[in-house]
């Protein structure tokens, strides 16, 4: 491996680091989730959930997306699902940081990772559609599994929230049954309004 | 998916939670690095190096091996890899917590998780080879690029420290490389004792 191309990579890495200080809006015992705990915590699901589906989602692409998928909050921030002045500005920030995070790799990575982040914002593929699933099926349970005080900080209603959700309920099973199981723990202990 | 799969799957993953709380020895802007995040970093460096090898790694086994390769240690902690004492009965204390936290999972997904953790364990496939070059090395350079406190703490020599990542070493570029230009920096900064 030529000594740029290793630097460049030995670099990037070091800059990864940072997205284990980019918090979350979930907790987890007692304090807020970040974004590379969060990014383990959805490859499981993917894992535990590929072979739910048919046909069969391309595992190494889809846990290839979510090792990545989040990364460009090193720069961009994460931006909470009901921050309406956060998500103005969200696609513009997260383009930005894209092109500044992947720029610091050789070309053929930056590309790799790029498309890899392209594909999953881009929601067109079955793949995409099912590393998305697992994302937000980890964020909701996160919330509800914590008590969701950041729901409550906003007053989110179940209808809100279900927008929001729409998404990975479309996805059927076996997303939407573990949602809608979900959703029922959360209206029972008050976490959502009506 | 049946009512008692749901409820399962929802309870190994609310476990998995837990990893966010074991803490290794390497530490990230000032505080220790969990398991979860850790197993986060190696996935990316996974997804980075794996088209410098040749033949190419089965990615989608490779990264499936990566998300699952801590979880045992919810129950087992971390074992620092210069703690003798822990060293002599880790492998005891990993077999009986891998049987008690996969044992949660319908018995499909506890022996496809089981398969995975034991492949890893085992070092037979070259998947399971490529998955611990990316866990060493994740780990050697998280030491160096935190000034490694916990090897100062048992004066750890390079001898030492050598034995530890020869098995990375052995698998030849692109991790010896890599490897190798952080042994230049460890020596240089005074993190390992001739």
Same mark, same amino acid.
Request: proline residues 6%; glycine residues 6%; charged residues 25%.
């Given at each position: 491996?030529?000594?740029?191309?290793?630097?460049?990579?030995?670099?990037?890495?070091?800059?990864?680091?940072?997205?284990? =200080?980019? =918090?979350?809006?979930?907790?987890?015992?007692?304090?807020?989730?970040? !974004? +590379?705990?969060?990014?383990? =915590?959805?490859?499981?699901?993917?894992?535990?959930?590929?072979?739910?589906?048919?046909?069969?989602?391309?595992? +190494?692409?889809?846990?290839?997306?979510?090792?990545?998928?989040?990364?460009?909050?090193?720069?961009?921030?994460?931006?909470? +699902?009901?921050?309406?002045?956060?998500?103005?500005?969200?696609?513009?920030?997260?383009?930005?940081?894209?092109?500044?995070?992947?720029?610091?790799?050789?070309?053929?990575?930056?590309?790799?990772? !790029?498309?890899?982040?392209?594909?999953?914002?881009?929601?067109?593929?079955?793949?995409?559609?099912?590393?998305?699933?697992?994302?937000?099926?980890?964020?909701?349970?996160?919330?509800?599994?914590?008590?969701?005080?950041?729901?409550?900080?906003?007053?989110?209603?179940?209808?809100?929230?279900?927008?929001?959700?729409?998404?990975?309920?479309?996805?059927?099973?076996?997303? +939407?049954?573990?949602?809608?199981?979900?959703?029922?723990?959360?209206?029972?202990?008050?976490?959502?309004?009506?």
């Amino acid at each position: 491996m030529p000594p740029d191309r290793l630097a460049a990579i030995q670099g990037f890495l070091n800059l990864c680091d940072r997205l284990k =200080h980019v =918090h979350r809006a979930a907790r987890t015992q007692g304090r807020l989730e970040n !974004s +590379a705990e969060h990014a383990w =915590h959805v490859a499981m699901i993917a894992v535990l959930l590929a072979e739910e589906v048919d046909p069969r989602p391309d595992l +190494a692409r889809v846990l290839s997306m979510i090792a990545v998928h989040d990364v460009i909050e090193i720069e961009a921030g994460d931006t909470f +699902a009901f921050d309406e002045a956060g998500l103005l500005t969200q696609q513009a920030r997260e383009q930005a940081a894209a092109a500044r995070i992947f720029g610091t790799l050789p070309p053929d990575l930056a590309a790799r990772l !790029s498309t890899l982040w392209a594909e999953f914002e881009a929601q067109d593929t079955p793949d995409a559609r099912f590393a998305m699933g697992c994302d937000r099926l980890q964020g909701f349970a996160q919330q509800v599994d914590c008590g969701a005080p950041a729901w409550k900080e906003v007053g989110l209603t179940r209808a809100r929230s279900l927008k929001r959700m729409q998404p990975a309920l479309d996805l059927g099973p076996p997303f +939407a049954p573990m949602i809608e199981a979900l959703y029922t723990r959360a209206m029972a202990e008050g976490l959502l309004r009506e």
